[in-house]
């Protein structure tokens, strides 16, 4: 038989083996809290302060420029114009397919669409002071036709390109890399087109 002394010792033991335990857990319980919180707080920061290499090649790639886009007016005879930021390229064909996939999107005012939004943009290529604009079949076959949407398509995409860059005066048209005679029929496509003041409304100078 154990004498109380011993008991008590046990006790004292069994006590401290214990409190062992539960220090060894909060420890741990701790030292997780505070690596989350140094996590947290490390991306916070490098979130908000990126290296200045990050900062720098993010400025560039997302620079836009104001420009001016022509989408149809509410009776599809005229263009209005749509102040838009674009991303700025250097380069002239890069920046003809920026202005051609914004027509595509369509507008964010509510202007009237000019390009079918399935449309499909092949390739645009810089000869000089012509730029020639190939699209894909879709291009073609989802345009509703008549002659005032075909104008209003084709100057959409010339009015566009010319305005907003000024080193080219022609804009020519391709589906699938061939000059087509026409889209639908009506509107000659096979020379190259230049800007046309005379489709736009709403617009000062």
Not at 100 to 126: H, K
Request: proline share 4%; with cysteine.
């Amino acid at each position: 038989m154990a004498t109380k002394k011993e008991k008590k010792a046990r006790q004292m033991r069994a006590k401290k083996t214990k409190q062992k335990k539960r220090m060894g857990i909060l420890g741990v319980i701790i030292a997780v809290c505070v690596g989350f919180l140094i996590f947290f707080f490390v991306t916070l920061f490098d979130s908000l302060f990126p290296p200045i290499g990050d900062r720098t090649s993010r400025t560039v790639t997302q620079e836009k420029e104001q420009m001016i886009l022509y989408f149809a007016d509410a009776n599809e005879r005229f263009l209005v114009p749509e102040k838009r930021y674009i991303p700025k390229r250097a380069d002239m064909g890069k920046q003809a397919e920026e202005l051609v996939q914004a027509l595509i999107e369509g507008s964010n005012t509510g202007g009237g669409r000019t390009i079918p939004a399935q449309s499909e943009l092949i390739d645009i290529t810089a000869k000089r002071d012509v730029i020639v604009v190939d699209f894909g079949r879709s291009f073609v076959n989802l345009h509703p036709g008549s002659s005032a949407s075909e104008m209003i398509t084709l100057y959409s995409v010339a009015n566009t390109i010319i305005k907003n860059i000024p080193s080219l005066k022609q804009v020519s048209f391709r589906i699938e890399g061939k000059t087509t005679e026409t889209l639908k029929g009506h509107i000659d496509t096979t020379s190259p087109f230049v800007f046309n003041k005379e489709l736009i409304i709403g617009e000062n100078g």
